[in-house]
């Protein structure tokens, strides 16, 4: 059965375009244009993995929707892909807590995106998911 | 060593003795003043302190005593001579217990008067080379004193903190800003070691000057001393070292760079923000460029011509906001060039809503307008133009599908004022608290399609207040906004 992806993400253009090529590498796509709207996908949609855009309405607030999935019984264990503009997390470690160290996401991709990495690095992460 | 040309003043009621004495005496070379009674001699006595007195004991009206204690009682270091027919032990002990230098006996001989008034006259040197000494020494002790408090005066009125610490690591010297800068309370004294004074990352800089001898150097750091507070300060400690290189102490100077630290942050903040703003154009731009390589994705013409007219609408879009951080940095750092003209704003105005009118009507929007004639400020035709585009394209981008604008202009107190009211998504009350700032976009479903740079409002609002104006916001959220801007109108109004 095809991989279930949600795109989180209030760029309209960006949206539509990765969902088209995910789609066309065999996943199957919903997609969200808020923390909000994305959180409430994610208990219907149950995807397999996330694609989470780093800053939305404010800065940051990407890495709120990862905490509150990280912190969320049901959704913990979904790998999340996180989209940045600003050189990776740098930038944003102070965001991330409760401690410096603790990251929510499994990876980032920078923007603009490459979508050959971006289909790769999909798959990767959800194999290693198999596996484990 | 003694007093040549001494002023003397001799005072005998005998005539025969005060010339014969002032005789003897100006061949030597010195000044004599005489007086011929006790009276006399105390007022002559006591204007000037003359070099030596050579007083009779027994001057008809006075006894000789009074005058010698009343020149005493004036200038108590006098030399005062006693003149005497009736020299006995008891009168030499009397008199110089009343402070008489010395007593010679009627009759004397020339060679006795000279003997002792060249012993007298030797002593009066001493006595003023002694008083100059003294004099001198409390000059210098008054100018040490003053430079001292000039020196404190300077160290207290500067700015940053400042602190000196010995080589034993004590306290010497501070200024009230240093106590300020680092919460001090308790009351430091001179001899405090600095390791019940400072906190702890402090006093590691000074033992790291200490320990770094020979090679001694200057150390920098940035201390941050209460972090909720945000107080960050730079503080520069070098060591003092003496001619033959040995470290005396330390002087640190503790300044406040709080603000700096700040506006660094604001300005790498606003670097990230300007990044991802032009990033996310060219994301798009390129995403839209792969789907139409890619001929697997098999898509239709609409969806290609779909594509390049996103990609049209972001490059327009990159190009404003690139524009749009050229005008930010300009108006900021004041080097706009404006030429200030009388502006008809009902024109303007009007003719801003003329040029907008297709969108307007491809938007099936309803237009209302009031606009006063004859409303004149004075202002460059290119900013304002700018804040009226600004006004009416966020009232037809952000409305609704036909819904209303209603744009008012009238004169108010002194100042134009312009309205515009649209039936458009409106802004939640957290919304509106963050409407002016950098980048600043009302995002949700209904704002998806739109495009902006979310510099717009702010370089309005930076406009207006380069004007002296101001504006006002008053939104509902999904039922429309109204944006008032109050500019000052020409005095020729």
């Given at each position: 059965m095809a991989h279930k992806i949600l795109i989180i993400d209030d760029d309209y253009d960006l949206v539509e375009i990765n969902r088209a090529f995910l789609s066309k590498a065999g996943f199957k796509v919903d997609c969200a244009y808020n923390g909000a709207e994305g959180l409430e996908k994610i208990k219907a949609f149950s995807p397999d993995l996330i694609i989470l855009d780093v800053m939305m309405t404010s800065v940051g607030e990407g890495f709120e929707v990862a905490r509150a999935i990280r912190q969320n019984e049901e959704m913990k264990q979904i790998p999340i892909l996180m989209l940045s503009s600003v050189n990776k997390e740098v930038g944003f470690r102070l965001r991330i807590?409760?401690?410096?160290?603790?990251?929510?996401?499994?990876a980032f991709i920078d923007k603009p995106v490459d979508y050959e990495k971006l289909v790769a690095k999909v798959t990767e992460i959800l194999n290693s998911k198999k596996e484990s | 060593m003694k007093i040549e040309n001494a002023k003397i003043l001799v005072v005998d009621d005998e005539l025969g003795m005060r010339e014969g004495i002032k005789r003897l005496l100006e061949i030597e070379g010195h000044h004599v003043d005489t007086a011929e009674t006790g009276a006399k001699g105390m007022q002559m006595g006591s204007v000037f302190e003359y070099d030596l007195y050579l007083l009779d004991l027994k001057i008809g009206d006075y006894d000789g005593t009074q005058v010698l204690q009343k020149i005493k009682s004036i200038y108590p270091e006098s030399i005062c001579v006693i003149v005497t027919a009736y020299a006995s032990i008891d009168t030499a002990v009397e008199t110089t217990q009343l402070g008489a230098y010395h007593y010679i006996s009627k009759p004397f001989s020339p060679d006795e008067l000279y003997h002792l008034v060249n012993r007298a006259l030797e002593r009066r040197w001493y006595i003023l080379e002694a008083r100059r000494l003294r004099e001198e020494q409390e000059r210098r002790l008054l100018e040490v004193a003053h430079e001292k408090s000039r020196i404190r005066t300077i160290i207290n009125a500067i700015d940053d903190g400042i602190l000196v610490i010995n080589q034993d690591k004590q306290v010497v010297l501070w200024n009230p800003r240093f106590l300020k800068l680092l919460e001090i309370d308790r009351k430091v004294a001179v001899g405090d070691s600095v390791y019940q004074l400072l906190p702890e990352k402090l006093y590691e800089q000074f033992d790291r000057v200490f320990d770094q001898q020979p090679q001694l150097k200057a150390i920098k750091q940035e201390i941050v001393i209460h972090p909720p507070a945000k107080l960050v300060i730079m503080v520069n400690t070098t060591p003092v070292i003496n001619s033959s290189g040995e470290l005396l102490g330390v002087v640190s100077v503790f300044r406040d760079i709080s603000e700096l630290k700040q506006l660094d942050l604001l300005k790498s903040q606003f670097i990230n923000m300007a990044a991802h703003e032009l990033k996310a154009p060219l994301s798009a731009i390129k995403g839209y460029i792969e789907l139409l390589i890619?001929?697997?994705?098999?898509?239709t013409l609409d969806q290609y011509s779909h594509q390049l007219d996103r990609s049209r609408e972001r490059i327009d879009a990159l190009v404003n906001l690139i524009n749009d951080l050229l005008n930010i940095s300009r108006i900021e750092a004041g080097t706009v060039r404006r030429d200030i003209e009388p502006i008809d704003m009902s024109e303007l105005l009007q003719n801003t809503l003329d040029f907008f009118r297709n969108d307007i009507e491809k938007r099936g929007l309803q237009l209302e307008q009031q606009i006063a004639a004859d409303l004149i400020l004075d202002a460059d035709r290119e900013e304002i133009q700018r804040v009226l585009t600004n006004l009416i394209s966020n009232a037809i981008k952000y409305n609704k599908e036909s819904g209303a604008i209603s744009v008012n202009a009238e004169r108010n107190n002194g100042y134009i004022r312009i309205q515009v009211s649209d039936t458009g998504i409106g802004l939640k009350p957290e919304e509106r608290d963050h409407l002016?700032?950098?980048?600043?976009r009302a995002k949700n479903p209904l704002t998806r399609n739109i495009t902006g740079t979310g510099l717009g409002l702010t370089i309005l609002k930076k406009i207006v207040d380069s004007y002296a104006g101001r504006i006002e916001v008053e939104s509902e959220f999904e039922a429309g906004s109204t944006f008032t801007v109050f500019l000052p109108a020409s005095d020729t109004n």
């Open positions: 807590g409760p401690d410096e160290d603790w990251n929510p996401v499994n | 890619d001929a697997t994705l098999g898509n002016f700032e950098e980048f600043f």
